[in-house]
């Protein structure tokens, strides 16, 4: 998994970068097929926004998260994006059942 982590009008303290890593490494728990992470972090007043982008294989998932705090921001992107990931996990598992439902039984 390659992780890029940046910040806009904030800069990037190695506590917020591990903080980040952490809670971003639970996604390659759930999901081994993860080429790309890329995490924006930014102030804007009042606000602490997080934002990620995950390239999956087939597929690219983004999540924002805005709270006063940026640790409570990442915690809630954490959430929302493994939320997603499960979901993506999911979908590609039924797609590949292709079993058939029934079968025809005589008396």
């Known amino acids: 998994m390659n992780l890029q982590i940046s910040g806009h009008h904030l800069e990037i303290t190695p506590a917020i ?4 890593t952490g809670k971003l490494g639970r996604v ?15 102030v804007d007043k009042l606000k602490q ?7 999956l294989s087939g ?5 924002e998260a805005i709270d006063e705090d940026l640790y409570a921001a990442i915690d ?3 959430d929302k994006l493994d939320r997603q990931i ?7 598992q039924d797609h590949h059942r292709g079993q058939k439902i029934g079968h025809i039984v005589q008396d």
């Open 28 to 42: 390659t728990r759930h999901f081994d097929h993860v080429i790309d992470v890329n995490v924006i972090l930014s």
């Open 59 to 63: 597929k690219d998932v983004f999540v």
């Open 86 to 92: 499960q979901k993506h996990k999911q979908k590609l």
């Open 49 to 55: 926004k997080a934002e990620v982008t995950v390239h």
């Open 76 to 78: 809630s992107l954490a």
């Open 17 to 20: 970068r591990e903080y980040a």
